[in-house]
């Protein structure tokens, strides 16, 4: 692209390639061009926005086979609203009184091998996290043991690609947790692949599952909720339409979604659900295979493809420094990092303790920049 990153450069801001995928802190997702004009066509008129959320919640309810949606400034709001509708439900008084809990079921169970990144957006509206289970594995009797009279929802963090055998599973959670009338609250944030994951929490039983639509072509600011309809319907009330369509000044006011990322949002998940994925994989592993195919012989690096094709970051390959290399993963981040234009990878996020080794993803790479990173690796090494 000849005018690649020049609206950044003009204000003094260095574009990157960007080889590790879908983070926000690198910008999270470039709409697709069907969501673009979608997006465009958007600005065309305003439209009551409660009237807007409520036909894109059917509309991608429908797409997704639950039985209801709501669109959110991204997962994270999606997390935190669910909290919120979950404490304070119907009772508009204590819709405005929070974050102060006072009088309501505040607490939120979580495993405590499920801490995770994203936890803080769970306590944001002002629930209290409480932990169960240990570092080493969860049973169905911790659960039952956390559960008190201020218990009101249990989270799990739902992640198809690595299911932790010690970990409570999701059918037992939610057992227990209806057996004891409490919300069950799925971040799925990342599953969505295969097509089923989306809105399968949901019809296994949970009351709550978040998306985030930066993984499937929409801007980066948008996810969903997909849930019940009673649990949805409660979420909405605390959104900010919510808080200015029905003048009660809910928590999720600052969490802003504009009319025309609505629309993208729906117009992203309509077309994912009907999208040749065979087609988005295979081009997935053709670029991960050109990448390999430029630094295979090069003697102090170990290289793989990753053969992973579930939720966002398919195929995509691993470099590890053996024992003829002089140097770590940390050190070609860097030299990758400070060459012209910087690429950005990372040491892989879930490298164990002692192991060193570096992942590469193609999610965020324009067409033809997956030659320049195997290119520059080259050079680098
Ligand atoms: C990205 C992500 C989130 C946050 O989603 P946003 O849309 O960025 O708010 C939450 N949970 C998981 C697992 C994610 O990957």
Same mark, same amino acid.
């Given at each position: ?8 450069? &003009? ?21 697709? /061009? ?12 305003? *439209? ?11 509309? #991608? ?25 979950? @404490? ?15 009088? @309501?079921? $505040? ?72 057996? $004891? ?15 089923? $994951? ?5 019809? @296994? ?5 978040? *998306? ?9 600011? *948008? ?8 649990? #949805? ?28 990322? #609505? ?10 659900? =009907?999208? $040749?994925?065979?087609?988005?994989? =295979? ?5 991960? /295979? ?47 990092? &400070? ?18 080794? @570096? ?23």
């Amino acid at each position: 692209m000849s005018n690649w990153g020049e609206i950044y450069k &003009s204000i003094g801001v260095q574009p990157i390639i960007n080889a590790i995928g879908s983070v926000t802190m690198l910008g999270g997702s470039t709409s697709v /061009q069907e969501v673009k004009e979608a997006m465009d066509a958007a600005d065309s008129s305003y *439209v009551p926005m409660m009237e807007l959320e409520e036909k894109a919640g059917y509309q #991608i309810a429908k797409f997704t086979n639950v039985p209801a949606a709501y669109v959110t400034s991204g997962a994270g709001s999606a997390l935190t609203l669910a909290t919120a509708a979950f @404490m304070a439900g119907d009772n508009d008084d204590f819709t405005e009184q929070l974050p102060d809990t006072t009088g @309501m079921k $505040n607490e939120i169970l979580i495993q405590r091998k499920q801490h995770y990144w994203y936890d803080r957006c769970l306590e944001l509206a002002g629930a209290k996290l409480v932990t169960f289970g240990s570092e080493d594995e969860t049973t169905k009797a911790d659960l039952e043991k956390a559960i008190t009279d201020k218990t009101v929802a249990v989270h799990y963090y739902a992640e198809e690609q690595r299911i932790d055998p010690k970990a409570l599973s999701l059918e037992d959670t939610i057992e227990i947790a209806k057996k $004891n009338n409490l919300y069950v609250l799925v971040d799925a944030a990342g599953q969505i692949y295969p097509l089923e $994951n989306i809105g399968k929490y949901v019809r @296994m039983g949970a009351d709550i599952q978040c *998306v985030a639509a930066k993984y499937l072509g929409a801007p980066h600011s *948008v996810g969903f909720a997909l849930g019940t309809k009673e649990a #949805i319907r409660k979420l909405s009330l605390q959104s900010f339409i919510g808080y200015e369509g029905r003048r009660i000044r809910g928590v999720g006011r600052p969490q802003k979604v504009d009319r025309q990322e #609505i629309i993208g949002c729906v117009v992203a998940v309509e077309r994912w659900m =009907s999208l $040749n994925h065979e087609e988005r994989l =295979s081009k997935a592993e053709t670029m991960t /295979q050109t990448i390999i195919d430029k630094i295979k012989h090069i003697p102090t690096i170990d290289v793989t493809m990753i053969e992973n094709i579930l939720g966002v970051q398919p195929f995509g390959l691993t470099i590890t420094p053996n024992s003829k290399a002089d140097f770590t993963v940390e050190d070609l981040v860097e030299k990758l990092k &400070s060459g012209n234009p910087p690429i950005w990878t990372r040491k892989a996020f879930f490298a164990k303790e002692g192991e060193d080794y @570096m992942e590469i993803h193609m999610f965020g790479l324009n067409p033809g920049e997956e030659k320049i990173v195997g290119d520059r690796i080259v050079e680098a090494l």
